[in-house]
T-cell receptor, first 113, second 112 residues
Framework: GNSVTQMEGPVTLSEEAFLTINCTYT??????LFWYVQYPGEGLQLLLK?????DKGSNKGFEATYRKETTSFHLEKGSVQVSDSAVYFC????????????FGTGTRLLVSP | DSGVTQTPKHLITATGQRVTLRCSPR?????VYWYQQSLDQGLQFLIQ???????AKGNILERFSAQQFPDLHSELNLSSLELGDSALYFC???????????FGPGTRLTVL
């Protein structure tokens, strides 16, 4: 079945450092890919998405490119802030929409001043 | 604030008991989703309703059931509770079947 694999956390960075959180997926067909963020005590928020190969999703300085050849959707940010500290989830849906999201295990990011 | 509300925020109960979790979707959203987030299983899709009808099912146990009412709020019923059912239960809603899901703050269930 479909699955998502994320790098283990926590990822600990200093403010203004470069961030990469790796995500790879296994899916049949052409899934849509997503990054969600969960701040402490809150529900998940959609951070960015990509619906087809070579699409780049971007939001709030975060970017991820849908790479079909490597089945990857790595999350990057050029300069992290303390306020970016949260848990980040990579996810896919098995059609072109949002139904039945399959999530990775989540990666906790801790940014220190 | 996503506009999705869930009650209660916390629930503590004993094994063998039954509980009901409630979700009110964003105004205008017809689709409701339920997810379970636990330490060992991660975040898993349970079930989806659209305009009162079940549309998709995930890893939902037979002891669990859900429904969506005419006013579009949804309830997730968990029965014969086990220790392993302790988790965060999230509800999400979307305008229709294939749009962005907006998540509620979750209900934390603790089974003792």
């Amino acid at each position: 079945g479909n699955s998502v694999t994320q790098m283990e956390g926590p990822v600990t960075l200093s403010e203004e450092a470069f961030l990469t959180i790796n995500c790879t997926y296994t899916a049949t067909g052409y899934p849509s890919l997503f990054w969600y963020v969960q701040y402490p005590g809150e529900g998940l928020q959609l951070l960015l998405k990509a619906t087809k190969a070579d699409d780049k999703g971007s939001n709030k300085g975060f970017e991820a490119t849908y790479r079909k050849e490597t089945t990857s959707f790595h999350l990057e940010k050029g300069s992290v802030q303390v306020s970016d500290s949260a848990v980040y989830f990579c996810a896919l849906s098995d059609n072109t929409g949002f139904q039945k999201l399959v999530f990775g295990t989540g990666t906790r990011l801790l940014v220190s001043p | 604030d996503s506009g999705v509300t869930q009650t209660p925020k916390h629930l503590i109960t004993a094994t063998g008991q039954r509980v009901t979790l409630r979700c009110s979707p964003r105004s205008g959203d017809l689709s409701v989703y339920w997810y379970q987030q636990s330490l060992d299983q991660g975040l898993q899709f349970l079930i989806q309703y659209y305009n009162g009808e079940e549309r998709a099912k995930g890893n939902i146990l037979e002891r669990f059931s859900a429904q969506q009412f005419p006013d579009l709020h949804s309830e997730l019923n968990l029965s014969s509770l086990e220790l392993g059912d302790s988790a965060l239960y999230f509800c999400a809603s979307s305008v229709d079947l294939n749009n962005e899901q907006f998540f509620g703050p979750g209900t934390r269930l603790t089974v003792l």
